[in-house]
């Protein structure tokens, strides 16, 4: 036999490459596993024709979502208007409404405290009166004699009152009492001022004063302190005060204080007028500077400037006008300058030891003028002053 027919009777460790012999398993060197593998053929599964698949982009898959919703709405659309614009409400529709509970707030009322009535008299029913009915008796008189109605006789008796017969028996109810109202309960005369005083209270803040919240309310801190029954004036943060808006202290409004007037405006004589008749009567005249009050005059000034002395002539009217008495005509031939004013004034009390009212300015003084008077040729007149009457 040749060496190419014998059989072979070793085989090769593919992993370290060592003649090993035919029936060895493992690799005596490297320890390879030299065991036969058994190939196991897998079937080929059966599958079916395979459906065509669609793919689509996202936007495209949006659009036609919104494309879908807007086919429903238009149907959902057309079917409300050709029901005149009512959808009907199934059965499954109304059963599953669940009515919504709101809550609501319940209001806890604090029981106030009530004044147990006193136990009202009661009267005991007394039996009717028996009347004999006389001559002439009416239903109505009868009624009237014992105080009850032609009503009451009727139930009382069972009859017609109204037709009587003399010797007749009739039972007069007795009259109902009028119940005496309740005796009340009589205050003293700090409750009852309580009672009558118009209140609000107020918490004590951190810092507050009672002297602070007396002043916040025009509250005297005694008719707080008074009020409150507190032995003192101290006060605590929460502490619970009750106002008396009622002992107020209300400020007196200040009289308005009056303007002062405005200068008056000399009318008559014209400035350097000149008098040299004997019998001539001068008067002074003057424009209103308004209406006066009960206590207000004009002053009017007239001064001799040519005396020495410098006689003046004080006089206080409330008219616009004042004629110069005769007596302050100067003396002599000489004709005398005098020199005229007129001031408003107001009376502001009196002079305790004179009796005459002091008076003070309330406007301007006018303007001066001058006039001339002759003298009288005789000697001169004493200057006096006229106080208003």
């Known amino acids: 036999m040749s060496p190419d027919n014998q059989p072979n009777t070793t085989k090769i460790c593919p992993t370290c490459g060592t003649r090993l012999g035919i029936n060895a398993t493992r690799c005596s060197v490297c320890g390879g596993n030299l065991a036969p593998t058994v190939a196991v053929s897998t079937a080929k599964a059966v599958t079916g024709p395979r459906i065509p698949e669609v793919t ?7 659009g036609l979502a919104i494309l879908l919703l807007i086919i429903g709405a238009g149907a959902v659309y057309a079917v409300l208007k050709s029901m ?34 006193s136990p009202s008299p009661t009267w005991t029913l007394e039996p009717p009166i028996e009347y004999k009915v006389a001559s002439g008796d009416l239903c ?4 009237f004699n014992f105080n009850v109605t032609i009503q009451s006789i009727n139930e009382t008796n069972g009859i017609n009152c109204e037709i009587l017969s003399a010797g007749q028996i009739l039972k007069i109810p007795r009259p109902t009492p009028t119940p005496l109202p309740s005796p009340t309960a009589t205050l003293n005369p700090t409750e009852q001022a309580q009672a009558e005083c118009s209140t609000v209270q107020v918490t004590v803040k951190a810092g507050d004063t009672l002297g602070g919240i007396a002043a916040n309310y ?7 302190q008074a009020f ?7 006060v605590y943060e929460g502490e ?6 009622c002992e107020r202290q209300l400020e007196t409004p200040s009289p308005t204080p009056v303007p002062p007037y405005a200068a008056p405006n000399l009318l008559l004589p014209a400035d350097g007028a000149s008098f040299v008749n004997l019998t ?14 009960q206590n207000e005059s004009y002053r009017v000034t007239v001064e001799d400037i040519t005396e020495g002395n410098a006689r003046q002539l004080i006089q206080f009217v409330t008219d616009t006008k004042l004629i ?7 003396a002599g031939t000489t004709p005398h300058i005098l020199r005229w004013s007129i001031i408003t004034v107001r009376q502001t009390g009196t002079d305790k030891d004179t009796g005459n009212p002091i008076w003070e300015p309330a406007g301007s003084v006018s303007v001066e003028r001058v006039f001339s008077w002759l003298g009288s040729g005789g000697p001169a007149a004493q200057p006096t002053t006229t106080p208003k009457p």
Do not use: C, H, M
């Open 56 to 62: 689509l982009s996202l936007p495209l898959l949006f």
């Open 84 to 117: 005149g614009g009512q959808a009907p409400v199934t059965a499954a529709a109304a059963a599953t409404i669940t009515p919504t509970q709101t809550a609501t707030g319940t209001a806890t009322l604090t029981p106030t405290a009530s004044l147990t009535p």
């Open 140 to 143: 109505s008189s009868i009624a």
């Open 218 to 224: 025009a509250v005297s801190a005694a008719s707080i």
């Open 228 to 234: 409150n029954n507190k032995p003192n004036d101290t």
């Open 240 to 245: 619970k005060l009750v106002i008396p808006l």
């Open 280 to 293: 001539e009567v001068i008067t002074l005249q003057w424009s209103s500077v308004g209406t006066l009050r």
């Open 324 to 330: 110069v008495p005769e007596n302050f005509r100067p």
